[in-house]
């Protein structure tokens, strides 16, 4: 590693890499022809390969967004790229058998721990592809179908093919056209009727490689009346150049099902994460997303919930953090279609040290959704005066028994608090760190235990030298 | 620069997508029509224009194309010998155009009324409202029911200086309206009040921008809106708050009463806040006549319609009870009540 990457990666705690040990790796740049490389090297059926060269025409043809961080999105070098690179020849299914450098990885980043202690089964992907996946026999004997997306396909073609780009069609946005094309590991999770898995499933994602571009899919199937509970993790080594990551995440509730999904993102600061995530309730059913973004360059990033079926209900909380060069732009999207759907969104946002946080929200009620309820509440810190916060609510509403609220605001932290803690003895970086901490607590309470303790630390490491 | 070397805005933009340039555009796009100016009427006297028209500094498409499509300019002087004015905008005109200049250099009063039965009526309205003065503004909007309107008002307030601005908007069929007030020097204030009924198919979509350029400046936006019928109300507003304005506390609160089925509102209260020691907030609700309202006042006596129309016209009166200015409030009050209820 360089030195310039060394300083870098002193401020970041999973900031350490190995060095690469690519078995596959597909040249910079993408063309028709990496997209068909990709689809034949692992040897999908027809209609995936179609799907994907659609999808990269869709993905050349359609200009960048106008909106957002438009700097920065001009910014990202597509032929600076490399759309695949294969870490290990197989995906494994014993923890022994995984390669050693991969498994330093992961041991660093405590994955055999915690699925031991707390998860149904864990999916660890690495650059493009899972190397070691394994669920829990219990829940193999109730049905549970839990894979890496690659491995979905192959084993459960028709499963995937009727639900691929249901919820998120390609051609939905230019980055869900980009990870369409390209697609590469992800998880892939069917829950059978009336199943409720306990103990929530993790999935963990690490980008090796510089100039690397990760495009996990992952798609989550509740049966009726089941229930699952999913945990990503996702962290990148800090390398001096510029990595993409763009998954398309895609969550369908069927009757009476309910399916949360938790993020909590530390990608280092030099990674593009624009994410596309979407669920589908139907009746009765209900979609959480837990959402916690506190690394990355530029995050574009908005969970939603489409509210399909009578009585649905959204559940979207999310968290941001900015510091130096960042750019969160997060929020939430929340379409009713159905009668009796509810609906709630909770955003906080920090910004310091010149960092830029902004929710991007929609809330849209349709003419025969009645009786809909929705909450949205944005609130906002900034830290120091070089930082900025924005909002950007939008509220549409075409049914008038709808009952829709939204508030948000920005403000400091409040000098009162500063004092109250530091006449009891705090210094003042320990009791902002305090405040930040309850800022988020409505947040990290809807972690796994271990999951809140991991971003309690990082929030503590990022409010290190707030003071000052 | 000019009109036609101004891309046609799509509707990806924010400030146009929900009402396409060309639905508010009086003749095809791509063309700049010469058109006629409105009469203005101040305290019962006709006024001509001056021919003075200030060059916008902004390449804002309207703004561009209301200038060159007129270059006239009407100046009303807010000064110790008239405090108190009520100007008239009138056209029978197939077309009318009109720019209004507010010099306000002591405290007083404006209230400004659209009247006619022209097909279209562009009108920008400019101001500026000295250090220490207050100046209260009303606009009441009752032009013909088939009317489309294309509105820019840019205000700048001074040190110290307070604009108090209230508007009732239920003329017209297609309202495009762009309000922008920058907050350029300490300690000035802004309170906007805006209500809004949009009934049969009226479309209304107003944009309301305020810009904090200095500390200690405070702004208070309040938009109601009554929809009924298939009216269509949007509201967006843009809250910025510059870098190195501390002590800034500005807000914002968009309420929609929804009263048919086929009834529609849009609101996007966005906020942009570049310094940290300030306070910035907004608010949105959208809903249905409170049911338990309705059968309070039933139970009093009043039928259903009657009493869903009290709970409506107090519910937009309200937005007015702020503005300090007796004779603006009691003007905005009143065309309210006669003409809706």
């Known amino acids: 590693m360089n030195d310039e990457a060394n300083n870098a990666v002193g401020d970041y705690q999973y900031g350490f890499h190995d060095p690469e040990n690519a078995t596959i790796r597909f040249d910079k740049g993408l063309s028709e022809q990496v997209v068909r490389d990709i689809s034949n090297l692992k040897e999908e059926p027809e209609w995936m390969t179609e799907i994907r060269v659609k999808a990269y025409r869709h993905f050349v043809s359609r200009p960048m967004p106008d909106w957002g961080n438009c700097n920065m999105l001009e910014s990202i070098k597509f032929d600076d790229v490399t759309y695949f690179l294969r870490s290990s020849k197989q995906t494994e299914n014993d923890w022994d058998d995984v390669p050693e450098d991969i498994k330093n990885t992961f041991e660093r980043l405590g994955i055999p721990e915690a699925e031991q202690k707390w998860l149904g089964g864990v999916t660890a992907q690495y650059e493009s592809e899972a190397v070691y996946h394994s669920v829990r026999e219990d829940l193999e004997e109730q049905g549970v179908i839990f894979l890496d997306m690659d491995s979905g396909l192959k084993e459960y073609p028709e499963l995937v093919k009727q639900y691929f780009c249901s919820v998120i069609p390609y051609a939905d946005n230019k980055f869900s056209a980009l990870n369409t094309a390209v697609w590469s590991g992800g998880s892939f999770i069917y829950v059978p009727k009336g199943v409720h898995v306990e103990m929530p499933v993790q999935a963990y994602f690490r980008i090796n490689a510089k100039n690397m571009g990760q495009f996990e899919r992952t798609l989550i199937i509740a049966d009726e009346g089941s229930s699952i509970n999913y945990v990503e993790g996702c962290t990148a080594p800090t390398y001096s150049t510029d990595s993409l990551h763009s998954a398309v995440v895609e969550l369908i509730a069927m009757e009476g099902a309910k399916i949360r999904y938790s993020t909590v993102q530390n990608w280092s600061a030099n990674v593009y994460n624009l994410v596309t995530k979407r669920g589908i309730a139907y009746k009765n059913a209900v979609v959480e997303w837990v959402d916690g973004n506190i690394g990355s360059k530029l995050t574009m990033k908005y969970p939603s919930v489409i509210l399909k079926g009578e009585g649905a209900h959204a559940e979207i909380i999310s968290v941001a953090y900015a510091g130096a060069g960042q750019h969160q732009d997060a929020g939430a999207k929340v379409h009713h279609l159905a009668p009796n759907t509810t609906s709630n969104i909770l955003s906080k946002s920090i910004s310091k040290n010149g960092g830029r946080s902004s929710y991007r929200g929609l809330l849209k009620v349709n003419p025969n959704a009645h009786g809909c309820r929705s909450k949205v509440v944005c609130d906002a810190l900034m830290l120091d005066a070089d930082s900025r916060s924005d909002t950007y609510p939008t509220m549409e509403v075409s049914n008038s028994s709808a009952d829709l609220e939204h508030e948000a605001s920005v403000s400091k932290i409040s000098g009162d608090q500063l004092f109250y803690l530091m006449s009891r003895g705090f210094n003042e970086e320990e009791a902002m760190g305090l405040i930040v901490n309850g800022f988020f607590e409505p947040f990290t309470r809807e972690l796994p235990m271990e999951y809140a303790v991991e971003l309690n630390k990082l929030l503590e490491l990022e409010m290190e030298g707030a003071i000052g | ?341």
């Not at chain 2, 101040?42 to 804002?60: C, D, F, G, P, T």
């Open chain 2, 1 to 341: 620069m000019n009109y036609l070397e101004i891309p046609v805005p799509n509707r990806a933009q924010h400030l146009w997508r929900y009402t396409p340039w060309s639905k508010v555009h009086p003749a095809e796009v791509g063309s700049v029509p010469k058109i006629s100016t409105a009469k203005v009427i101040v305290n019962e006297v006709e006024i001509k224009s001056n021919n003075q028209r200030l060059a916008s500094n902004l390449e804002e498409i309207s703004r561009v194309f209301l200038q060159e499509s007129n270059d006239s300019m009407h100046l009303v002087t807010i000064n110790e010998a008239s405090p108190a004015n009520l100007l008239t905008i009138s056209s029978e005109e197939e077309q009318a155009i009109c720019h209004i200049h507010v010099e306000c250099s002591t405290s007083g009063s404006l209230i400004v009324k659209l009247e006619g039965a022209t097909n279209w009526l562009g009108l920008h309205i400019t101001g500026n409202v000295a250090k220490n003065c207050t100046l209260s503004f009303g606009l009441v909007n009752d032009l013909a029911q088939h009317s489309t309107i294309l509105r820019c008002e840019d205000w700048n307030l001074l040190r110290d200086s307070v604009l108090e601005y209230g508007e009732l908007s239920i003329g017209g069929r297609q309202i495009k309206s762009d309000i922008r007030t920058s907050l350029d020097e300490v300690n000035s204030s802004l309170t906007q009040n805006i209500a809004v009924i949009t009934d049969d198919s009226r479309h209304d979509d107003h944009h309301i921008e305020i810009l904090h350029r200095s500390g200690n400046t405070n702004s208070l936006l309040n938009v109601s809106s009554a929809c009924s019928g298939k009216g269509h109300t949007i509201g967006t507003g843009l809250l910025m708050i510059q870098e190195d304005c501390d002590g800034c506390d500005a807000g914002q609160v968009f309420k929609n009463l929804l009263l048919s089925d086929t009834a529609k509102a849009e609101s996007i209260p966005e906020l942009e806040v570049l310094s940290d020691d300030v306070k910035a907030a907004h608010g949105a609700a959208s809903s249905s006549v409170d049911s338990e309202q309705i059968h309070y006042m039933m139970s009093r006596g009043f039928s259903k319609e009657h009493a869903e129309a009290l709970i409506v016209e107090g519910f937009l009166v309200s937005c007015f009870a702020k503005i300090n200015n007796n004779e603006v409030r009691q003007y905005l009050i009143g065309a309210l009540t006669d003409k809706y209820l």
